[in-house]
């Protein structure tokens, strides 16, 4: 018997399931409960909670190649929140121990001025950049208004049995003050709208 045949069966009584922990800055925020069927058609699927802050979870397949939709997804463009605020900047690869990276400033002009910043940060966990099986988009607010006590989320990007078919999978969480489960599902859906698009070589579609 081969050597390495010799290995594999003194080592096949005790292996066990090894998962890839998540770089720091890139961990999910919370387990995703929404399940997907396996017809691969493009859409997104929700769940939403108010208690004791806004969550939503959601996931849809986009019929792009993973290494295609990480790509388009390294952009501001498909990502900040252009239908809720009237202003946004950003500052390109600002932090640099990341594979991408933007800092968005936010201000919202309404009946007072609301302004706070929003770091994205971006990973492949498992594979290449090129080809990933999965990789993690992750954003939080870091400083500005007390009128937003949280907002943070994750984007995890999966492949899938189909390397034609990627997974997106979403957990957003908000507490906020006149913001609700209707306006963060709303950016949601556009996040998602726009990440199909851009993989697809489309501009970011309008605000709904």
Request: with cysteine.
């Amino acid at each position: 018997m081969k050597m390495w045949a010799v290995l594999l069966a003194v080592s096949a009584g005790c292996q066990s399931n090894i998962k890839t922990p998540f770089p720091p800055g890139l961990e999910p925020l919370e387990s995703n409960p929404v399940m997907l069927g396996s017809d691969y058609a493009e859409g997104l699927v929700t769940k939403t909670s108010d208690s004791p802050y806004v969550k939503i979870f959601a996931r849809g397949y986009v019929l792009v190649a993973p290494g295609t939709l990480w790509a388009a997804a390294k952009s501001p463009a498909p990502n900040v929140a252009v239908c809720s605020t009237n202003v946004q900047t950003e500052d390109i690869n600002n932090d640099p121990a990341y594979e991408y990276s933007f800092l968005v400033h936010y201000t919202v002009n309404n009946f007072v001025t609301v302004q706070w910043d929003d770091q994205w940060r971006f990973g492949t966990v498992e594979g290449t950049p090129d080809a990933p099986t999965l990789a993690m988009m992750r954003h939080q607010k870091t400083q500005g208004s007390d009128f937003i006590r949280l907002s943070e989320g994750t984007i995890e990007v999966d492949a899938t049995a189909d390397p034609n078919v990627t997974e997106l999978s979403f957990v957003e969480h908000l507490d906020a003050t006149s913001a609700g489960v209707a306006d963060v599902l709303k950016g949601v859906q556009h996040n998602y709208d726009s990440l199909v698009a851009v993989a697809h070589g489309n501009p970011v579609p309008a605000c709904p």
